[in-house]
C-alpha cells in the first residue's frame, strides 16, 4: 500500500523510540526475606516450598523442603511454628497455616515412599554423631548428603532423642518419626544404637576425622520443696521416657505437675492418658507469661487438665500437696500472699526444666562448658578443633526445630572445615514487612483450622489429636501464601506497564526489564503484590 | 437520456451511478434535493451496496465521509452555505488525508445575516481548503461534472467539490441528457484506495506531523493539487469520447477569437453573460467570455494562454474578500502577469440579487470603454448605503 | 459483573494474571503473545492512565474479533503521543481525523465495511473526555441515535490534558485545573450538574454501556469482549488516572484509580438497553479523603486549611453513587 509522506505510518515503528531514555530509576527484580523464612529456626525456604505447592507439585515441593529440613512429617507436628507468628497474612487475615502444608508434604512423601539418594560422590571424611535426637539426626543427614561417612552413636535403643523420648505419641505418632529417620538410614548412614560414648577423644581417635555433639539436655532441674518422706515426686523426663520404653511409672489417681513448659503439659497430657482422674498443673506465674506453647496449653485445658496459675508448692506429703498463692508485683514479678490451699495428689510430677548432663561426656574435661551449656562459635565448633556441638546442649532455644537447624548449620560448618574452605551464609536480613505488600491482590481467605480429635476421645488412648489437611485444603492453605519479597509470577508488573517494557519470559523464569522502553514510572513496584521489584537510581 | 429535470435530480441519478458506497445527508437548502433524491434511490434498492447516513450536522457528514473513504468506500456528500462552514474543519482533514471524496456544493450566501439564496461565498471560503474545486455552468455539466470528479479525485487521492449554483440550477428544471449506467460504468473504473483501512495490512493514518516535516507534506500536497491540471482535462476528453459531448476541463472560451475584452465567471452566471456578449458580439464589440470550470486548483497557464490577446478583463464574481475586493479577480492577475492588461471586477449576485441582462449589459458597456472603477458592485443601492455609512460614523 | 470472578487461587481474578490457572481463564494482558495494540516507543507520560488503559481495551478487542478491528481515533493525548510522525505505535489500521468527529469517523468506517459486505470487521472509536463529553459529543450521540455498529471507548482522565490541564466536562468538582484554578473563596472546579456520560449513553438506549477502570484489567477485559458481542452502537467509560493533570505520582496511577472506584466517586457498572444489569461492588471501601488525598488537584483541600464541606460535598457524592448502583453489598455475596 502506498502510504502518504509522513500523515500516514508504519505500524510498531514507534519501536524504534526507545523511551528508556527518560528514565532516572528503574525497576529491579529482587529476592527478599520472607518473615516466615527469616524466622524458621531450622532455615527453611518455606516460601519457596509453598510457591512450588501451590500448583500441585507436591513432591518436588516435599523436595524443596528438605533441602533443609528432613523432617516435614515431624515438623508439621511438633515445631511451634515461629514462621506462622510472623506471617505478614496474619495483618490481613490470619497467617498461612505453614505448619499443616509442612506436614501435609512430610505425610504425602511417607504415604508415596519417596526416598532421598545416597550421596553421588563419596567425600572419604568420616564423621561422628554422638546423639540421636534432632540435632545430631539432622546433621548426620545434611553431612551424608554431601558425601561423608556419617555413624551415629545413641545410648538410647531407638535413635530420635527427645522425639521418641519427649514427645508423646499423641504429639508425634512413632510410624510418622520412624519413617523419617528410617529415610536417613536409607541414605547411609551407621546408626550405633545402645552404645554409650563416654571419651569424645577416644572415639575421634577411632578414625573420624570430625565429630558433632549433641546429647541434648536430659536432667530434669531439682526444685527444693519440704517433702515428707512417703511423698511421690517424679521427674517429668523420666515419666516421659518410661512411657515410652514401656516402664510405666505408678503415678495414682490425682497427679500434679509442677512447671509451665512444653515438658509440663505433654506429661499432664500423658499422666491423663494413662489413667489419671484428676491432673492439675501448678504454676507460679500467669498463662501469658508460661514457656509452654499457647495451642499446647489450649489442648492440655480442652481435655479436663486443670491450672492453677500463680502457685507455688510449698510442701509435699503423702496424699496432699500445699500450694502458695502468688500476686503479680507493679513489675510482674509474682510474689507470695500468705494464703495456701491444699490439694490431693498421689504424686507429684517435676517439670521444671532441663539441664545438659555432662557426665555422659566422661573424659571430655578440656572442653569448655559455661552456665550449664557448652559454647560454640559461630560455626557451632567448641573449644576443641573438629568437636562441633548443637541442639539442646549449646545455648539456644531448646525445640526439635532449633535442633533441626544446629545440626544443618554445624554439617555446613564441618563440611567446610573437612574440606578446609569456609562456609558462609550470604545474610538476608531485608525482611519483607506488612506495609511494603500491595494485598490489594490477594483474595480473601482464611485460614483453614485443622480438625482435632473431639476432646473427650484423647484421654482415652495416644491417638494423634491434631489431624492433617487433605489435599485439597492444603492447596488451598498453600495458596494463601503471600510469597513475600518473592515473585510468583502473577503477572502484574507483564500487565500494568503502560510502556510494554517488562517482558515475561515464561513459566518459573520470571520476567525482565527491557530498558529500552521502560521509563521509570515505577508501576510495576507499586503493584507487585509481594514486594518484589524495587526502584533503584539509574545510570 | 434527454429529460426535463429538475437540476438536483439530475445530480441525484448521476451520483447513483457511479456506484457511490456511502452517502451522508444532512439537510441544508438548496442542496437537499439532491440528497433526498439519492435517499430513495437506496431505499427502493434501485442503490444498491450503499449506505446512506442521515446525520447530526454537517460536521459530522464529512467525518463519517472521511472514515468511509478511509476504509476504501467510493463516498458522496452534499451540502451548501452555513453547512459547508460548520464542517470546514473536516474539509481541510479531508484533503489533508488526501481521501478522494466527492461533495456537491450547491452554493449559496453564507450568513450573518441569514440568506438561502445563490452566490459563491460558501465554496470560495474553502478555496485554500486543498480540495479540488470545479464550478458548473449547466444543470448538463453539473451531473456530468460529477462522473468525472469521482474519476478525479480517485485518480489524485484527492477530494473534489462539484460547485453548483443554490436554485438557479439545483432547482431549475432543464434538459438534461442524464448518463446511462452503461457509459458511466465504462467511464468509471471501481473504487482502488491508494491507502486503505485494512485489518491485514495495517497503517497508522493521520499522523501528527512537526515543524520537521509539515512544510514538505504542504508542498507535496500542492504538487499534487497542481496535478490535477493534467488530469482535469484527460478526464474531459475521456468523457467526450464516452459520453459524446464535452462537458468539465479546466476552463471554456467564448467568442474568444478577436475579443478584446474578456469577461471571466464561474458558474450559472456565465448563460447570462454570454447573451448579453452575443448582443455586444452583434454590435461589433470586440468581447468574448472565458467561463473557470477548474477554480481549484486554478489553471494560471490556461487562462494566461486564453487571455494572451486580450486588452481588457473583466471579473464578474459571486463573492468577494472583505476589505480588499474580488477572489476570483487575484487568482485571475497570476496569468495576467507581465502583460498590462486592464482588469475590472464586478461584483454581482450576492445572496441572489438577480443578474439581470440590463444591469450587465450597461456595466460591461461601460467597461469596454474603461468607464468603471476597478470594483463595482452591481445594482448596489448607492445612496442607501452611503446613508447607512455617514450614520454609522455619525453614532 | 461482566467479569467471572475467579474464586480462590491466590490472587484469584485480582492480578493481572495467576499461573494457577487453566490458560483460558487467564486474562489476555497475562499473555506473553498478547497483541499489544499500543505499542512500546509512545510518548506518554510515565505512568500515564491512558496508555494502560488503550492497551488493555484495544488487545481485548483484538482478542474478541479475532485481530479484526479498526480503530478511529480523536485528537488528545492518545493520539498525539501514538502517532507523532515518523513513528507509529499501533498495531491495527487507526485513524485520526479530528478532535470532535471520531464517533462520526467511526460511523464511516463501519458504513463503508458494511457497504463492502465486511462486516466481520469491527470498529472502535476512541478518545478522551474532552473529544467525548465535550467537543465530540453531538457526534457521539448521532452515533449513538442511529446505533451505528461502532464500540466508543472514552478514557477519562478528567480534563484538557494534551493542551495543559484545562478543565472539561467531565472534570470533577473542586478539582483544580488550569481553567479553575484553586483561588478564591471556592477553589477549584465547580459543583456544577456533573455530564455523566454513561448515564447519557444510556438513555439513548444503546445495546450496552460500561464503566471501568485501569484497576479492575479482568473487568475491562471482560466488558470490551462482551461489547465485542453485540451490534449496534456501544459506550465503555474507562477511568484513567493522569499523574501530570492530577499531580499524583507516576507510580500510583493504578492506585488511585483502585481508590477511585472504593470510595465510590467512580462506580463500576455496565447497562444494556439503558438499564444498569450489574455493577461492580466496593470490596474495601475508603472515604473519598483517601482518593483526594494522593492528588495535587485537591491538595487546597488540605491545606493551608482543611476544607471539610468541600470533602464531605465530595463524600456525599460518592455515598449517592454507592446508594444508587448498590456498590455496598453483603460480605456472603461477594466474592
Redesign the interface.
Known sequence: MEKPFAITLAVNSSLNNHTGSWRVEKPEYVHRMPPCNSACPAGENIQNWLYIAEDGSYEAAWRALIIENPFPAIMGRVCYHPCENVCNRAELDQSVGINSIERFLGDYAIEKALTIPAPAVESGFKVLVIGAGPAGLSAAYHLRSMGHSVTVRDATHAPGGMMRYGIPQYRLPREVLDAEIHRIKDMGVTFEMNTRVDDVHEALDEGFDALFLAIGAQLSKRAYIPASEAARILDAIKVLHGVEDGTQPLLGRKVVVYGGGNTAMDVARTAKRLGAQETIIVYRRTRDKAPANDEEITEALEEGILVKWLSTIKHVDEKTLQIEKMALDENGYPQPTGEFETLEADSLILALGQEVDFSLLGNSADLDTKDGVMPVDSTMMTSHPGIFAGGDMVPADRTVTTGVGHGKKAARNIDAWLRKTAFEKLENRDVVTFDQLNTWYYTDAPHIVRERLDATRRAKDFSEVVKGLDETNALFEARRCMSCGNCFECDNCFGVCPDNAIIKLGPGKGFEINLDYCKGCGICVAECPSSSIVMVPDK | MLRQVEGSKAVADTVAMCRP??I?AYPISPQTHIVEGLSALVKSESLR???F?????E???M???????????R?YTATASQGLLFMV??VY?AS???LPIVMTVANRAIGAPINIWNDHSDSMSQRDSGWIQLYAETNQEAADLHVQAFRIAEEL?LPIMVCMDGFILTHAYERVDVPEQEQVDAYLPAYTP??????L??????????P??FT??KY?SHMKNLSALDVIPRAASQFQEIFGRSSGGLIRGYKLDGAQTVVIALGSVLGTIKDVVDEMVAADIPIGVLGIIAFRPFPTEAVRSALSKAKRVIVIEKAFQVGIGGIVIENVRASLRGSHIADYTLIAGLGGRPITKQSLATYLDRACKDAVDELTFLDLDQSLADSEIAREAGR | MSSTPIKFYQVGSFAIGNRLLPADDRSIQSDPSRTNALNSGHRACQGCGEALGARYALDAAMRATNEQIIAVNATGCLEVFSTPYPESSWRIPWLHSLFGNAPAVATGVAAALKAQGKSDIRVIAQGGDGATVDIGFGALSGMFERNDDVLYICYDNEAYMNTGVQRSGATPPAARTATTQAVGENPGNVFGQGKNLPRIAMAHEIPYVATATVADLRDLEAKVTKAMSFRGARYIHVLVPCPLGWGSQSCDTIKIARLATQSGLFPVFEAENGEVVASTPIRKRVDVEEYLKLQVRYSHLFAPTRRDDVINHLQSIADKNIARYNLLIDESESI
Do not use: H, W
Open positions: 458506497q456511502v451522508c451496496n450503499c449506505e447516513i442521515n446525520v447530526e450536522s460536521f459530522a457528514a467525518s463519517v465521509a472521511i472514515g468511509a473513504s478511509a476504509t476504501g468506500a463516498t474543519e473536516a482533514n489533508g488525508l488526501g487521492s491508494r491507502q486503505v483501512l485494512d485489518p495490512n495495517p497503517v497508522s493514518i493521520g499522523a501528527m506531523v512537526g520537521d516535516a514538505e507534506v507535496i
